[in-house]
């Protein structure tokens, strides 16, 4: 019997943790109305050897991140990315933020040609020890977007390859955020903890959104 109350008690406890991870989170309609993407490795392909993109620097998509951009784009969907990239600050600051809207704009150029478009980038320049509110996993740079756009978070779309990128949508309490499965590490106990379902091709996620429960 005292197992049985431990287990109840855990449970108990479980299901606790989930309802205040989901606290706050309305009945989300279907539609989208926003999407807010991480960039190196969601979008663009990351080759080795280079750490920060910007300027002229190698432009590779990721393989369904155009397809996925212009059915977005097709859907009147507001896309825009929300990316960290802490080495401009360690930079010439203007001269790499100037170079990060270069390879940005390039990057838009790419995507006309198939009718796709980022409407917006928002980028954080910090390092993580210069404790700023946008470096993700803080919530930032989404809520900056929400904010802009006068979006809610209900009507919004997240995704990203790394968990702090789903971490930082969930804390601007948006509930769909998926993860692209193209980062290396562990992610079992993080999809766990924030429940993050995992697609392995960014065109997945449309179907994610026909499928899934509107409630997440
Ligand atoms: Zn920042």
Redesign the pocket.
């Known amino acids: 019997m005292q197992d049985l109350s431990r287990q109840n008690a855990t449970a108990t406890r479980q299901s606790s943790d989930e309802a205040r991870l989901t606290k706050g989170s309305e009945p989300a309609p279907r539609q989208i109305r926003m999407a807010i993407l991480d960039r190196d490795n969601t979008i663009v392909r990351v080759p080795k050897g280079i750490k920060h993109l910007c300027g002229e620097d190698p432009l590779l998509l990721v393989d369904g991140a155009l397809e996925f951009l212009a059915e977005l784009r097709r859907r009147e969907v507001i896309v825009v990315v929300a990316t960290?990239q802490p080495g401009i600050e360690q930079r010439n600051c203007h001269e790499t933020l100037g170079l990060a809207a270069r390879f940005h704009e390039r990057l838009n150029a790419t995507l006309a040609r198939s009718g796709a478009h980022i409407d917006r980038f928002y980028v954080?320049?910090?390092l993580p020890a210069?404790h700023?509110?946008?470096?993700k996993p803080?919530p930032?740079?989404f809520l900056q977007a929400l904010d802009d756009f006068g979006i809610p978070a209900a009507e919004t779309l997240a995704m990203g390859d790394s968990v702090c990128d789903v971490v930082g949508a969930r804390r601007a309490n948006i509930t769909r955020s998926l993860l692209l499965k193209s980062w290396g590490g562990c992610l079992k106990p993080f999809r766990r903890l924030w429940r993050a379902p995992l697609i392995a091709h960014p065109q997945e996620a449309l179907d994610w959104l026909e499928s899934s429960p509107v409630q997440s």
């Open positions: 960290n954080c320049p910090h210069d700023c509110l946008c470096h803080r930032g740079l």
